[in-house]
C-alpha cells in the first residue's frame, strides 16, 4: 500500500522524530537523499550544470544542502535566492562553502536557459495558493527550458493536502518527497505536475499514524484482495451478482455489464430487464429472471442503473433489498438519496465527474478541480461507499476516518462508451464474493485500469476488450 498523509499529520510527526534526533540531522538526511536522486537523474554528476530555485523555508534548505552534495562531486551550482534575506542560513553557507554560488530572480534566465537540471525548491509543504509573480516567473522559464526538473518535496504551487491547484505551478518530470508521500502527489490535476515520484527514507514512518489520510493499492495488495475459489466452493460460495440494467433502448450496457460480471470471480450472473435476449445471445451462462429484483432469487449483490434510461422501477427495488447495491449511470439521477440512506446493506455509487457534479447541484469543473472534497461529500450525503471515476480515480467510504483510496492504474484510454458498465458489473460481482465494499470498488478500479491498458495496448479500445482482458490481468496479479 502506498500511503499519503497531511501536512498536518505530517508536522506532528516531524516534531515528534526531531525531538529525539540531533538538530538538523532530518534535513541531512532529506538532502542526502534528493543529491542521490538528482545524480541518478543526471547520470554524470561531474560538469553538469545545476539550478537551485530557492525559496526562504527549510524546502529551500533542503535544495541548498542538496546542492551543495552536487557541487562537491563536480557540479556548476548556481542558486536563484527568491527571498536573499530569509534563505536558510546554514544551507546557503554549506552551499557557497562547496563552491556553489547565488544569483537573483532578475538574473535568473541565462543560467536556467543552459541548466542540465533545475531543483524546485522554492516551496514545500508549507505554501499556500499558486505561486507568487516572481516565483511564476521562474516556472515560466523552467518551462522554457530543456533541463530535468526535479521538484524537492512537491511542485512548488500544489496544493498538498488535496492536489488542487489554485494558480501557477510548477511542472516537474520528477517529485523526491519526504517520509511519506503528500496526497496531492497523488491526486489530480496536481498529480500531473509531479511527474514520476520518488519517496525518500527519512525515519518518519515511525513517528506518522498507522492509518494515512489518503492510499493507493499496489499489486501485492490486489493479490491479497481477490477472490479464490476454494475446493469446496459452488456458485453461491462464490458469490451470485444479479444485474438490473439495460433497457430497449440501451441493451448494451447490460451484456457489458453483464461481461464485466462473468469475468470477475462471481459464481453465477442473474439478469433481470428488458435486454435479456441480447444478454443470453452473447452469454448463455447468465440466469435471466422475468420478475423484478426482489423476487429474482437469490443474489449476493445487485448492479442497477447502467442503460436503465428512465426506469426507476428496478433501481428503487434493487435498493429495497439487503444486500450490497452498485448503483451507476442513470440509477445514481434515478436513485432517492433518503432511500440509499436509509439501507443497512452498503451501496456503492460510480459516479464520473458530470454525474458526481449533478448530484452535488456544482458544476462539472469544480469537482474535476476538487476531486477529494467531491468524492468525500457525496460518500457523507449518501452515506455511502462513492468510486469517483477519472484520470486518477478516487473511492471514498461513508466514514471520514477511512482513508481515501486512489486508483494508479487508469489509462485515458478506458474513456470509452461502455467501459463503465464493464466496471460496475465487475465492481458488483467483487461485492457478491463478499469483499467490503471499499475494497470491493478499489480493487474492481484497479483491474479495470490494467485491463484497459492490456486492450489498449498503446491503440484505441473498445469496452467489450476491456471486459475480455480481465482474466489476463487476473492471472498477471495472482502470479
Ligand atoms: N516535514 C518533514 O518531516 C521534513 C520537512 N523538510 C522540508 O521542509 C519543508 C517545509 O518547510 P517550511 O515549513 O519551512 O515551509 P516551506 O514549504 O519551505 O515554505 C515556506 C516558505 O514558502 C513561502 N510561500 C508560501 N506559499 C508560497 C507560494 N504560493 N509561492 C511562493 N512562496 C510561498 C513562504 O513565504 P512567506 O509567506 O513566509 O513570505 C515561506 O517562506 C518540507 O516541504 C520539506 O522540504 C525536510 O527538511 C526534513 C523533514
Ligand atoms: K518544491
Redesign the pocket.
Known amino acids: 500500500m502506498r500511503s499519503a498523509h497531511r501536512v498536518e499529520t ?2 506532528s510527526a ?1 516534531r515528534t522524530l526531531m525531538a529525539q534526533l540531533p538538530p538538523g540531522a ?2 541531512q538526511r ?1 538532502a542526502a537523499g534528493l543529491a542521490a536522486a538528482c545524480a541518478d537523474a543526471l547520470r554524470r554528476v561531474y560538469g553538469s550544470r545545476v539550478v537551485l530555485l530557492t ?8 535544495t541548498l544542502y542538496a546542492g551543495a552534495r552536487l557541487a562537491r562531486r563536480g557540479a556548476g551550482v548556481t542558486a536563484v535566492l527568491l527571498n536573499p534575506d ?1 534563505t536558510h542560513p546554514d544551507a546557503l553557507k554549506a552551499l557557497l562553502r562547496a563552491g556553489g554560488t547565488t544569483t537573483t530572480p532578475s538574473a535568473a534566465a541565462q543560467p536556467i536557459a543552459r541548466a542540465d537540471l533545475v531543483l524546485d525548491g ?11 509573480p516572481d ?1 511564476a516567473h521562474l516556472a515560466e522559464l523552467v518551462t522554457a527550458s530543456h533541463a530535468t526538473v526535479v521538484a ?2 512537491l511542485p ?2 500544489i496544493e498538498p493536502d488535496t492536489g488542487e491547484i489554485h494558480g501557477t505551478a510548477l511542472r516537474a518530470d520528477l517529485t523526491v518527497t ?2 511519506t508521500h503528500k496526497p496531492g502527489l497523488l491526486i489530480d490535476p496536481a498529480r500531473t505536475y509531479a511527474g514520476s515520484v520518488r519517496l525518500i527514507d ?1 525515519g ?1 514512518a515511525s513517528t506518522l499514524p498507522a492509518t494515512p489520510d489518503v492510499e493507493s493499492l499496489q499489486h501485492a495488495d490486489l493479490a491479497a484482495l481477490l477472490p479464490h475459489p476454494a475446493a469446496e466452493s459452488d456458485k453461491y460460495r462464490r458469490g451470485v451478482v444479479g444485474i438490473a440494467a439495460g433497457s430497449a433502448r440501451y441493451p448494451g450496457a447490460a451484456v457489458l455489464a453483464v461481461a464485466g460480471a462473468l469475468r470477475s470471480g462471481a459464481g453465477a450472473v442473474r439478469y433481470v430487464g428488458p435486454a435479456a435476449d441480447a444478454v443470453l445471445a452473447r452469454f448463455p451462462e447468465t440466469l435471466v429472471s422475468d420478475s423484478g429484483p426482489k423476487k429474482a432469487g437469490r443474489v449476493q449483490a445487485w448492479v442497477t442503473g447502467p442503460g436503465a434510461g428512465d426506469d426507476a422501477a428496478p433501481v428503487t427495488e434493487a435498493l429495497s433489498t439487503d444486500v450490497p447495491v452498485l448503483l451507476d449511470a442513470d440509477g445514481l439521477r434515478l436513485a432517492d438519496v433518503a432511500a440509499v440512506r436509509a439501507r443497512t446493506a452498503p451501496t456503492v455509487m460510480t459516479p464520473h465527474a458530470g454525474e458526481a457534479a449533478a448530484l452535488l447541484g456544482v458544476a462539472r469543473e469544480e469537482v474535476e478541480s476538487a476531486r477529494l472534497t467531491a468524492v468525500r461529500e457525496l460518500a457523507r450525503r449518501y452515506d455511502a461507499t462513492v468510486l469517483l471515476k477519472g484520470s486518477t480515480t478516487l473511492i471514498a467510504g461513508p466514514d471520514d476516518a477511512t482513508p481515501v483510496r486512489v486508483n494508479p492504474t487508469g489509462t485515458p484510454w478506458l474513456a470509452t462508451a461502455g467501459s463503465g458498465d464493464v466496471l460496475s458489473g465487475l465492481t458488483g460481482s467483487l461485492l457478491a464474493a463478499g469483499l467490503a465494499p471499499l475494497d470491493a470498488a478499489s480493487a474492481a478500479a484497479y483491474l479495470h485500469g490494467l485491463a484497459g491498458r492490456y486492450a489498449a495496448n498503446g491503440a484505441p479500445t473498445a469496452a467489450q476488450d476491456v471486459a475480455d482482458a480481465l482474466p489476463q490481468v487476473w492471472r498477471d496479479i495472482r502470479a
Open positions: 505530517v508536522r516531524e532530518l534535513m532529506a525559496g526562504s523555508g527549510d524546502n529551500g534548505g533542503d530569509r522554492i516551496v514545500g509543504i508549507g505554501g499556500k495558493g499558486g505561486l507568487r516565483a524537492v518535496d512548488s504551487g519526504f517520509g527519512i518518519l
